[in-house]
């Protein structure tokens, strides 16, 4: 497995999209600490755009190099190895490219800014392991969907409208059930339709941390009482976790079965 | 060597072994022929536990082949379509396929021949669909195993590496591997094939030499013979 790993990650990082995504991220940092001349608050705007870009990215990247390396798949298939470590080779070498443009590319502006004398490198870290997480959870979520829909299109449309769906959709539908049922106490039910959503958990994570959680009224408090502890904050990671774990649980099981 | 046994596979709605039984004894080129859509891949691609069947097993010197991996390394493959990630050199690919397997690979002699040493430092994204081809036969060839699986090997490939292509495959022969070949061109048949097995609506038409078949159809040109078997289907 770790052959096909390194030979993923390094067939990603040689390709023009990583470096794209990775000087994009890195000019991101620069601009936002650029313009606000303050870390904190460049660590609220970075959120907003890590929220929903690198699930998006994720996404892209998932089926992307699902379909476009199938014929190499099945070339692999024909080599004495498991079927399961090929494909858990490929999801960890996109991941970690991934997470790797992401942590460099973020990292380099913010260590150049200071980061490490500053007070928010708690917080920047914890915006970086969300968006890790974010990384594993999107690229998973996507080879599963490639794995079941063998025509690219398809394929393509089903994971954008995932993507659409967890990162706006929703939020919508969690919006306006909340103002249709305001008159019962909604404050467990948030909870537990925000742990249903990755994008949202790690959204409340981070958002807590921030301590900008007084905006957020009353649910506000719920929430800071629930994740603002440590309790809290282990059961989100282990959530997070969990949405990694579910589908590369799936994509070994649909493994066993399919045809190439 | 190669036993085929009760093989059922669908595809949705699509039936396309239909209860298969074939057995395919040590050593020689057996050419799987067939009309479109009748299975070939499907046979191959079974036996290489990429397609799973439905029903059936399948046996390799005696051991069922199904749901295992291991056996692959007494195999070579060659793939229908040659599609390699565009960003690795051709040497980085062959070092890396030589990296997968636990064997001794001889890729020097199959380079020189195909004449790719220009290439080998070159991307794959930015190679001819007949030089992905060539790189793909080296690939293939560059283990030394008993089995070896052919799938369109021509798909491509100019005069001189076809003749290069046809001397490869006499010669694993000569060292009495077994070689399956699906392939169109009858004049690779009739050249290279010991053994015919026709394939038609998921099942073993007819098996056997070429001039059994020659004598079955009551024609003396293979290409006619074969298309006399195909007819059936369309009548």
Redesign the interface.
């Known amino acids: 497995m770790l052959?096909i790993l390194k030979?993923s990650f390094?067939?990603?990082m040689?390709?023009r999209w990583s470096y794209v995504y990775f000087i994009f991220y890195l000019a991101l940092g620069f601009v936002l600490l650029f313009l606000n001349n303050d870390l904190n608050k460049a660590v609220i705007t970075l959120m907003n755009i890590i929220i929903v870009l690198t699930p998006l990215i994720g996404t892209i990247f998932g089926v992307m190099y699902y379909y476009n390396?199938?014929?190499?798949t099945?070339?692999?298939?024909?080599?004495?190895?498991?079927?399961n470590k090929i494909f858990m080779g490929q999801y960890l070498g996109i991941s970690l490219s991934l997470t790797l443009s992401l942590v460099l590319g973020l990292g380099i502006p913010f260590i150049g800014y200071g980061l490490f004398k500053s007070a928010v490198i708690f917080d920047f870290s914890l915006l970086l392991i969300a968006g890790s997480f974010l990384n594993f959870i999107f690229v998973a979520l996507s080879y599963n969907i490639a794995l079941s829909t063998d025509n690219k299109i398809k394929g393509f449309g089903y994971a954008i409208l995932m993507w659409l769906f967890l990162a706006v959709i929703y939020d919508g539908i969690f919006l306006i059930s909340l103002l249709m049922f305001n008159e019962y106490p909604l404050d467990k039910f948030s909870l537990i339709a925000t742990m249903f959503n990755p994008i949202d958990l790690s959204r409340i994570l981070i958002l807590l941390k921030l301590d900008i959680s007084a905006l957020l009224g009353y649910t506000g408090a719920v929430f800071r009482m629930f994740f603002g502890t440590s309790f809290g904050m282990v059961i989100s990671i282990f959530i997070l976790a969990l949405w990694v774990i579910l589908p590369v649980f799936r994509m070994n099981f649909k493994l066993?079965?399919?045809?190439? | 060597m190669i036993e085929f046994k009760n093989l059922h596979k669908k595809?949705g709605k699509l039936i396309v072994l239909d209860g298969l039984d074939l057995k395919i004894t040590k050593g020689g080129i057996f050419a799987v022929l067939g009309p479109n859509g009748s299975g070939k891949t499907t046979l191959i691609?079974s036996l290489?536990?990429?397609?799973?069947p439905n029903k059936g097993d399948i046996f390799l010197n005696g051991k069922s082949v199904l749901k295992k991996?291991?056996?692959?390394?007494n195999?070579n493959?060659l793939?229908q379509?040659?599609?390699?990630?565009?960003?690795?050199s051709v040497i980085e690919l062959i070092d890396?396929?030589k990296?997968?397997?636990?064997k001794k690979a001889n890729e020097q002699e199959l380079i020189k021949l195909l004449g790719l040493q220009a290439f080998l430092n070159k991307k794959l994204g930015t190679l001819s669909g007949g030089t992905k081809q060539k790189v793909n036969l080296v690939?293939t060839f560059m283990f030394d195993s008993e089995l070896i699986i052919l799938d369109e090997p021509t798909t491509g490939l100019d005069p001189i590496a076809l003749i290069h292509l046809k001397e490869i495959i006499k010669k694993e022969k000569g060292k009495g591997k077994t070689i399956l070949i699906t392939t169109h061109i009858m004049s690779v048949v009739e050249e290279l094939a010991d053994e015919i097995v026709f394939l038609l609506d998921g099942k073993i038409y007819f098996k056997g030499s070429i001039e059994a078949l020659k004598k079955q159809t009551d024609n003396d040109n293979l290409e006619h013979a074969i298309a006399n078997l195909i007819s059936k289907q369309y009548a």
């Open positions: 052959k030979y390094f067939d990603l040689r390709s390396s199938k014929e190499f099945e070339l692999l298939l024909a080599q004495p190895i498991n079927r066993k079965k399919k045809d190439f | 595809f691609k290489l536990g990429m397609v799973i991996w291991d056996y692959r390394n195999l493959y793939p379509i040659a599609n390699f990630p565009p960003n690795l890396m396929v990296n997968l397997r636990p690939l």
